[in-house]
């Protein structure tokens, strides 16, 4: 979706400067609304790769048209160059109504966006996606700031869920396996947070796992045949054991001697999942990561 959105701010661009020309002037810098959309709301509005998708434009492999999802009615056909820009005027004008004014100096269909070089166009343009998302974000329940208004707004995998396209199983607060959190203290509404899931990797690009980083998680690829479960280990760095387990102490360990051993390789586990997370008699202990890990991550331990 990103993808997608950010080919038809480029193809906009090109176009604008086709039937506008070109300008000395910076709508950035002359329209105080698009300078405090770029530098508030683009960081608000994530940054992991896995930010909050929404707001289809796909291209139409046939005609080279757009369609895309709107804030109450999709539209087909060939879609506005600055659909992006109509929707985020569209959300503000009903959650920040005194802001709208300075905001449709830059962004509207005159605005001084479009009279400036492709730079400063596609930075518009940007902007408006990076401000429709981050009120978007501020107020779910508003339908005038939802991202999608159907599953076919969204991309492959993904569902409109409140707005806004998430896993379909985003927001029952029941962590599956393509989410890195549901629900969790400092989880996103897509089901997406800082870091990575270590029970299922998701989070990880192609070829990456996610491994427990002290009290953080990260991606790697790993490298060689790495420990099994109840296997010696060296707990100096992530990556000792294989994808899903963690080094902790032979002593809490079964299988592992610990007159031969100081560490071996132990199942992480769903604290959530209560007495059935762990095999064995095991019990599954919280590991102390940070949110939202932390809030499910354990270890399947005999104490």
């Known amino acids: 979706m990103y993808t997608a959105r950010r080919q038809l701010a480029a193809t906009a661009a090109i176009f604008v400067l086709g039937i506008s020309g070109c300008s000395d002037s910076d709508p950035l810098d002359s329209v105080s609304g698009a300078t405090h959309v770029s530098a508030t709301n683009v960081s608000s509005a994530g940054s992991n790769g896995s930010a909050t998708d929404g707001g289809n434009t796909e291209g139409d492999s046939e005609g080279g048209t757009d369609t895309a999802g709107t804030a109450g009615e999709p539209t087909t056909g060939e879609s506005s160059m600055h659909e992006v820009c109509e929707h985020y005027l569209d959300c503000l004008a009903v959650v920040s109504p005194a802001e709208l004014p300075t905001a449709q100096a830059g962004f509207g269909p005159d605005g001084s966006c479009w009279n400036g070089p492709i730079e400063t166009i ?49 927001g029952d607060g029941t ?41 953080s998680t990260l991606c790697l690829a790993p490298g060689g045949d790495l420990p099994g479960a109840h296997e010696p280990c060296e707990p100096e760095a992530p990556g000792t054991c294989a994808a899903g387990l963690l080094c902790v102490s032979a002593f809490d360990v079964p299988d592992c001697d610990p007159e031969v051993f100081e560490y071996c390789c132990e199942h992480l586990c769903n604290v959530q999942d209560g007495p059935e997370a762990c095999p064995g008699g095991l019990t599954c202990y919280g590991i102390g990561l940070e949110p939202p890990q932390g809030e499910y991550v354990g270890v399947c331990l005999f104490f």
């Open 122 to 170: 596609e930075q518009c343009l940007y902007a408006c996606e990076s401000g429709w998302e981050a009120l978007h974000n501020g107020h779910p329940d508003e339908p005038a700031c939802y991202l999608c208004v159907s599953d076919d707004d969204c991309a492959a995998g993904l569902a409109c869920v409140d707005g806004d396209c998430r896993s379909p199983n985003c």
């Open 175 to 215: 962590l599956d396996d393509d989410e890195v959190c549901d629900g969790q203290f400092g989880c996103k509404l897509d089901c997406t947070a800082e870091g990575c899931n270590p029970l299922s990797s998701a989070g990880c690009g192609e070829g990456e796992q996610c491994f427990v980083d002290q009290s």
